[in-house]
């Protein structure tokens, strides 16, 4: 744990603070960071002593002929989860470094441990970042996803639910936003990984249905809170890990298909759209252009999009487009003889709605 990057940072700040020359010793007994340099790979033979014994060395003026390499000063042992690491000298009187040298013991203990929980958050995330994509392999190794579960002794079992987060815009870290998640949500329920730099896949795990979707919803509320521009979408419930790769996909489908105007979006709200998707090209386009004989009219799409989003109620889709009453009747009597359709019947505007997506589709928007 006690690394030349830690030792050389530990030398370099409490050396500029307390004007002292302060060595760095190794396991070994190796100095491994010094103000010198030319003693960097001596074998400080008060460090060996302390050690060996695991009790602070004092070298008086006297005594330093005694130790090889060292300097009249004070010698600590660095102690790490009850074991000793390696050992920090302070060279000056010992009379006036007995205390400041506690104090240093105590900082470079300290920059250590917060090194080893810095190192360990970022393994952890490492290995989480490992298992989502083994998931999202084709054909993951289920074992390999076992051995990285156990190793951060996490129960990953069902039900689960994926939440898929697409970000443009941001000023928070990879990291602290990840840890907000978790936080939100409970690291025990939850897998939180950065798929690409601008989307966040969050996987629940057992959570019955209510709860999980509770959690969705104060997820969206700690994005929005956190001043992110953003938009989220989830997936149905699923029992099965080989069902995961579905489900990244159908949240992948549902930013994609979704109104920007949605910040949060339920696959389930766009799971009849989601089908015009999955059919073949050649049958939907031949569906399409039978009922838009006359091919793509904006004012048209504007007009059905706004009607059928307002449950075909007259009144609300002509306030929604700030139009007379009369004109969109007028509209839909157009359409209507354009098509063939009535879009105030609920079959024919089934159709329409249909062609609607398919145009949009062939158009690569939502």
């Known amino acids: ?25 190794d396991v ?8 010198d340099t030319s003693r960097i790979g001596l074998i400080h033979e008060g460090a060996l002593e302390v050690l060996r014994s695991g009790n602070t060395l004092i070298i008086n003026a006297e005594e330093d002929k005694t130790w090889e390499v060292a300097q009249p000063g004070v010698n600590l042992p660095i102690v790490f989860q009850d074991e000793t690491i390696g050992v920090i000298g302070i060279t000056g009187n010992p009379d006036e470094m007995k205390d400041v ?32 994509g083994e998931l999202l392999k084709i054909n993951p190794s289920y074992a390999q996803i076992q051995r990285a579960i156990s190793l951060l002794k996490f129960d990953l079992s069902p039900p689960f639910l994926t939440i898929m987060i697409e970000i443009t ?44 979707y509770h959690c969705v919803h104060r997820v969206f509320k700690t994005m929005k809170n956190t001043d992110i521009v953003f938009k989220m979408a989830y997936s149905l419930p699923f029992y099965k890990l080989e069902k995961f790769n579905q489900s990244y996909l159908d949240c992948d489908l549902t930013l994609q298909i979704s109104e920007d105007s949605q910040e ?37 799409s504007k007009t059905l ?17 700030y139009l007379h009453r009369n004109t969109l009747i007028y509209r839909l009597n157009k359409f209507t003889g354009d098509t063939g359709y009535d879009p105030r019947k609920f079959d024919d505007a089934l159709n329409l709605q249909v062609a609607l997506w398919i145009a949009e589709k062939g158009e690569g928007r939502a």
């Open 1 to 25: 744990m006690l690394t030349t990057k830690i030792a050389l940072e530990i030398v370099r700040e409490t050396s500029l603070r307390l004007q002292r020359n302060i060595n760095i010793m």
């Open 169 to 212: 815009e941001r000023s928070i870290s990879n990291q602290a936003l990840i840890q907000k998640l978790e936080d939100t949500i409970g690291s025990h329920n939850c897998i939180v990984s950065f798929i690409n730099v601008h989307r966040i896949l969050i996987t629940l795990c057992g959570l019955e249905e209510d709860e999980a």
């Open 101 to 132: 040298g506690e104090l240093v013991k105590m900082t470079t203990e300290l920059m250590i441990k917060q090194e080893f929980i810095a190192s360990q958050l970022e393994w952890r995330q490492h290995t989480k970042d490992m298992i989502v």
């Open 264 to 300: 949060l979006v339920s696959f389930t709200n766009i799971e009849v759209k989601s089908l015009i998707y999955q059919l073949d090209d050649t049958l939907s386009k031949r569906f399409s252009r039978r009922i838009f004989k006359d091919g793509n009219n904006s004012v048209r």
């Open 28 to 35: 070994d007994g190796i100095i491994i960071a010094a103000i």
């Open 305 to 321: 999009k706004a009607f059928f989003a307002n449950s075909l109620n007259i009144q609300k889709t002509a306030d929604a487009l």
